[in-house]
């Protein structure tokens, strides 16, 4: 398998009825590449490319983390809602109606004591360093 090396262009094109980006380039040995992703798909591989690049800059930059936190790759959710689930768990659910929606549910006592946690450690953290939740 070759590498493809660089992208020169992107157009929009209809194929077979689906709009999708166009990535065209060279591959290692210079032949004509291209590829078709989906437009629909678009959103998802922003939303996870969002999240990898803060994964990133937090694998990368200096971390008050203990050494084995640097392993982990971090999702950075933009919306989060709490709620009671149907069989009578604590639901959490970080991104919804997106394509990158992640839903959680705990027993009410882990839910507690996972909240008594999250206070703890954001109480350790400087006010300023905080990120709002929309």
């Known amino acids: 398998m070759t590498k ?7 157009t ?3 194929i077979d009825g689906v709009l999708c980006a166009v990535f065209k380039g060279s591959d290692s040995i210079r032949r004509e590449v291209a590829v078709a992703v989906p437009a629909a798909s678009l959103k998802v591989f922003w939303s996870d490319a969002i ?6 800059k937090t694998r990368s930059g ?3 983390m203990p050494p ?7 999702l950075s959710a933009q919306q989060m809602i709490v709620g009671t689930t149907d069989n009578q768990r604590v639901g959490l659910v970080l991104d919804p109606d997106t394509a990158t929606e992640f839903a959680l549910s ?4 882990d839910a507690r004591e996972l909240a008594h946690q999250l206070v703890a450690e954001a109480d350790n953290l ?4 905080i990120p709002k939740m929309n």
Do not use: C, D, Y
């Open 51 to 56: 999240r990898r690049l803060a994964a990133e």
């Open 62 to 64: 200096k971390s008050s």
């Open 12 to 14: 929009w094109e209809t």
């Open 68 to 74: 084995q936190w640097h392993h982990v790759n971090f």
């Open 106 to 109: 705990f027993a009410p006592k």
């Open 126 to 129: 400087p006010e300023f360093s």
């Open 4 to 10: 493809t090396v660089k992208v020169k262009t992107n």
